[in-house]
């Protein structure tokens, strides 16, 4: 499980900073009713192409997803910025629990 405190600092900070950066990324707001998807769901659409089912894959330089030891900030940090070759990722989640889901699924792949 992940540490609730820390999870909910990072993403004020992401709903902070997503208002004036112009990119067209909003602050979460899923429709009434929405029902968040599964990390392993997001995982199999958006991330697979770099690093695979199992996260072992590392296309184009991507990390091995196994042995990553970020934490939830730096996680949620990396999906809003990326990094190298990592293009940003943010987009594709519509709510918090989103990204809480996936922070869980990548946590799950680990050894
Ligand atoms: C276009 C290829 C690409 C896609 C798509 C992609 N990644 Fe990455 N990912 C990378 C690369 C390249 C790195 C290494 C970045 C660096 O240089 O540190 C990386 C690194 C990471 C890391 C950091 C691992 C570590 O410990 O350093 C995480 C976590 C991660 N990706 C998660 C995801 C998730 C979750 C998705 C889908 C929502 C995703 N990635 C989609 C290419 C990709």
Not at 25 to 43: D, M
Not at 50 to 71: P, Q, Y
């Amino acid at each position: 499980m992940i540490k609730k405190g820390v999870f909910i600092a990072a993403v004020s900070l992401f709903s902070f900073s997503s208002c004036g950066d112009g990119g067209g990324q909003q602050p979460f707001n899923p429709p009434k009713g929405y029902k968040s998807r599964s990390g392993k769901l997001i995982y199999s659409k958006h991330c697979t192409s770099c690093h695979g089912d199992n996260g072992k894959l590392g296309s184009g330089g991507a990390k091995d997803l196994t042995v990553s030891r970020m934490d939830s900030t730096e996680i949620v940090d990396i999906l809003r910025n990326g990094k190298n070759g990592m293009p940003r990722q943010i987009q594709y989640f519509k709510s918090d629990e989103e990204v809480e889901n996936m922070i869980d699924h990548l946590k799950s792949m680990r050894k």
